[in-house]
């Protein structure tokens, strides 16, 4: 009787169980009429541009192989974009905001080494940059970094700690004080403290700054991505002014194959065209319209009157490649906190 | 042989609250518990101790109790209004009670924000009689109060729906007053209800993210960053540290526990009392 009853009790768990398991699977990669899906994990502000870079690849696709390809976007903050292909988001490729954060997708075992060199200019084939955006007029005078030091300026930048957008702002006003100061630490470290005083809100993301700026009407400057600035000028005809700041930094987004789900999925092939095939000079001009830097130099130039090109910037390896950077600056205790939390 | 059961099925309906509670509650629980363990003694203690942790503990659990509290004398009269009285547009009313629980966390916050920040309309009229909400603990409270009183109204409502009128009427005829009728009449019997939603309410601020993260501005000097901003930015940040996450949710979770239990036992007191 007793072992009756144990075993109807382990048929129902296991129903149950498998009930479950059955609810939550049931998704393939082909289709029946043999359509490629093909995913791209990339970051928030990239929305606008890879539909339209989509549209264009899946042309050039279709002229190349004859078949039909469904290319799928996601987006969200880079570094929680990271986290979910390391966590199985089965993405063919990663197109992400810092390089530092497909090396951590590289160090989790789904990207070969190497992979920076593996396509031109680092794997960057889009640059941007940090500007300032200030509200039409510019009443309080904001022209460069020295500006936002000033009393009663109110800053919107979002969190070093929380968003990597949010360390180029950073990187970008320490670069200025390295030059200012001519590398003295302490006057460096006092200067970038006077700008994070005058923050007023500080968000988790980029886009929660911009919200928080152009929404709600706080502060007077926003320290924001160039790309971002650009299409709130256009959103926001008339009130809005960008102001490029005469140092900032180069902001390399970077693209990457995710080895193990494109070998998984056989879309090695297509994730290498679909990643090359973003430096050839359509592609380009999209970026370019799209307010992202074309890192082709003879197509940057058509965007002279869109891009402010006398900008002084520097790059991340002037501070040592990102890992460095995250250590000296953004890590527990290091220079943020220390200026930050006083 | 064994005793049958009434109700059968229960084989079945036990085998599926097992796999449930496993599937979703308990091994992403124990895995949060896993993960913190790779933490050395010193290095918890070391990340427990630190400044930003330890504000950020204070700012959750304060504003989650104060809004809890404001929930509950707040949640008492709404459903009071609900239940007691007919006026056109009552079940709207009832209805809209609702809205926070479906309404995404992050609408909500954003929508709070543009509200109560000193260029949107409520925050406007605050500001000239000097009280700014959005980006101070004023705002966690209020986002917080925004996702609680839901589990306040409908804890009490059923309560107050079956108790009858004609008590508070003996007691207003045998010369009660109605602060007394209230005390000794009403509030015994809504109290473990009231203290449910209390707990749920309180349980559901400490750890809300989406609501309170757009006003409250997250800023480290003015205090107003909660523990689950530490936890994402633990997360999000360019070194992601599973570990110090998952350190910091477990002794979210234990206090939450803890708070949760003393409730209970302060209920269990409360109907002892009563029933005596």
């Keep these: 009787m007793k072992k009756k009853n144990f075993i109807r009790k382990t048929i129902s768990f296991t129903l149950a169980a498998a009930c479950m398991v059955f609810t939550f699977t049931g998704c393939g ?144 006003a320490w670069q200025y004080a390295k030059e200012k100061f001519g590398g003295d630490e302490t006057q460096m470290k006092d200067f970038v403290a006077q700008i994070y005083d005058n923050v007023l809100v500080m968000d988790s993301g980029a886009r929660g700054a911009t919200t928080t700026f152009v929404e709600n009407g706080q502060g007077d400057v926003l320290i924001a991505w160039e790309n971002e600035a650009l299409l709130t000028l256009e959103e926001y005809p008339g009130e809005y002014e960008l102001v490029t700041p005469s140092i900032s930094i180069l902001a390399e987004p970077s693209v990457a194959i995710v080895d193990e789900n494109a070998d998984k999925n056989g879309t090695q092939e297509i994730a290498k065209d679909y990643l090359e095939y973003l430096y050839t000079e359509d592609a380009q001009r999209l970026a370019g319209e799209n307010f992202y830097r074309p890192s082709d130099e003879t197509i940057l130039n058509e965007f002279a009157d869109t891009f402010d090109l006398s900008v002084n910037l520097c790059t991340i390896d002037d501070f040592g490649g990102w890992d460095q950077a995250y250590q000296d600056f953004f890590a527990d205790d290091a220079i943020f906190d220390e200026i930050y939390s006083k | 042989m064994k005793k049958k059961s009434i109700i059968p099925g229960f084989g079945l309906s036990m085998g599926i609250t097992v796999a449930m509670l496993s599937l979703i509650i308990l091994i992403p629980l124990a895995s949060v518990l896993a993960y913190s363990f790779r933490l050395s003694g010193g290095e918890f203690l070391d990340l427990m101790t630190r400044p930003n942790v330890v504000q950020s ?135 473990p209800a009231l203290l449910t939603g209390f707990g749920l309410a309180l349980a559901r601020g400490i750890g809300e993210y989406g609501s309170v993260i757009y006003i409250s501005g997250n800023s480290e000097k003015n205090g107003t960053q909660v523990v689950s901003y530490i936890i994402m930015q633990k997360l999000n940040s360019g070194n992601v540290d599973y570990e110090g996450a998952a350190a910091i949710a477990l002794v979210l979770l234990i206090i939450s526990f803890l708070m949760l239990f003393l409730i209970n036992i302060i209920q269990h007191i409360a109907s002892r009392r009563t029933n005596a």
């Design chain 1, 29 to 172: 990669d082909k289709k029946e009429d043999g359509t490629l899906t093909f995913t791209n994990v990339s970051y928030d502000p990239t929305r606008e541009f890879y539909a339209a870079y989509n549209e264009l690849f899946a042309e050039h696709y279709k002229e190349e192989t004859g078949k039909e390809i469904e290319l799928v976007q996601s987006h969200g903050g880079s570094g929680s974009q990271a986290r979910s292909v390391i966590e199985g988001n089965d993405a063919d490729v990663v197109t992400l905001a810092l390089a530092h954060d497909i090396t951590a997708i590289e160090e989790a075992g789904l990207i070969e080494e190497g992979w920076i060199d593996e396509f031109d200019k680092n794997s960057s084939p889009y640059t941007s940059t940090i500007v300032f955006l200030v509200h039409s007029g510019n009443e309080k005078g904001i022209n460069d970094w020295d500006d936002l030091t000033k009393e009663g300026v109110e800053i919107i930048t979002p969190d070093p700690k929380s968003s990597g957008g949010a360390c180029w702002n950073f990187l970008a």
């Design chain 2, 57 to 191: 503990f204070v700012t959750s659990i304060g504003c989650a109790l104060a809004a809890a509290v404001i929930n509950c004398v707040f949640g008492v009269i709404l459903a009071w209004v609900l239940v007691r009285y007919d006026f056109p547009g009552k079940r709207l009313m009832d209805g809209m009670i609702e809205l926070p629980f479906a309404l995404p966390t992050a609408v909500a916050g954003i929508t709070l924000t543009k509200m109560y920040s000193d260029t949107g309309f409520l925050g406007r009229a605050f500001e000239k009689i000097g009280i700014e909400i959005a980006y101070t603990k004023i705002g966690i409270v209020i986002a917080m109060i925004f996702i609680g009183i839901p589990f306040v109204v409908r804890a009490i409502q059923p309560v107050l729906e079956k108790l009858s009128p004609s008590y508070e009427e003996a007691a207003l005829m045998l010369g009660a007053s109605r602060l007394t009728v209230f005390w000794k009449i009403i509030f015994p019997e809504i109290r």
